[in-house]
């Protein structure tokens, strides 16, 4: 996990999050709250859990619409930076531009219309695989760029209806980056060949999220621009997809 607790991992996500959009794509985590909030209209939006919530973005995004939103992240430091925010409004990071030049810039709820949605926001630090029962259970669960970042993402996927009322919905998000560093081969739930056919990381979900969800259609493709440095970016498209509880 040290990856994701370095100062140029924690910066490059505030910028992700914070700050200016790259190469005319949209804001990633606000775009996926928006897709989240449609596919719960006219539901029922009380609770709501971010996992992989990195430094939170998406957890302000939801709780302008649902009355108490949790973000959880196995990051200390994602989750560190979350709850600056959350406590000052305001948070610091570093926009590389080459080598040790850059400069400072601040993530500031207030300028991003978010000030108001802090109230209803918790951050913890915690494991997509070992969620503690005593977080219940949630009108919509996101889970953001994390399928494929996980050491056992078939066990994710076949727990995650705990925390899902009947008639809730899990929203999905991944580029599906498979990496043995993060998910060992032998626990790959698709991106492979069997039986001499393609097996993708969707099926792969479809099969370990029955006989408790459904889905609500077709995904949708989403692009995302990770900032390096002035001129290195990681130009990467997600697919969203939305599975409801039975």
């Not at 000052?88 to 810039?105: I, M, N, P, T």
């Not at 709820?109 to 695989?129: I, N, P, W, Y």
């Not at 039986?195 to 995302?224: D, I, K, N, Q």
Request: glycine content about 8%; aromatic content about 10%.
């Amino acid at each position: 996990m040290s990856y994701y607790e370095t100062d140029e991992q924690v910066d490059q996500y505030m910028e992700f999050h914070y700050g200016d959009s790259w190469l005319s794509v949209p804001n990633y985590p606000q775009a996926c709250a928006r897709h989240c909030l449609e596919r719960v209209a006219g539901e029922r939006r009380e609770r709501a859990l971010d996992l992989g919530c990195a430094v939170g973005r998406t957890s302000f995004e939801l709780a302008r619409e649902f009355g108490q939103v949790t973000g959880v992240d196995l990051s200390h430091r994602f989750i560190d930076q979350a709850n600056e925010l959350l406590a000052s409004g305001r948070a610091e990071y570093f926009r590389r531009d080459e080598g040790e030049l850059g400069r400072y810039c601040t993530a500031d709820l207030a300028k991003l219309g978010l000030a108001e949605t802090a109230a209803r926001v918790d951050f913890q630090q915690g494991d997509a695989c070992r969620l503690s029962p005593d977080l219940g259970d949630f009108d919509l669960v996101f889970a953001g760029n994390l399928i494929d970042r996980l050491p056992e993402p078939a066990r994710f996927l076949q727990s995650i209806h705990r925390h899902i009322r009947p008639g809730g919905v899990l929203v999905v998000s991944s580029p599906y980056t498979l990496m043995t560093e993060f998910t060992p081969r032998s626990q790959w739930i698709g991106g492979f060949m069997a039986g001499g056919r393609e097996v993708t990381v969707l099926e792969g979900m479809g099969a370990c999220l029955e006989p408790w969800f459904e889905s609500m259609g077709e995904p949708v493709e989403l692009p995302f621009v990770i900032r390096e440095t002035r001129r290195k970016f990681q130009h990467s498209f997600a697919q969203l997809s939305a599975w409801r509880r039975l």
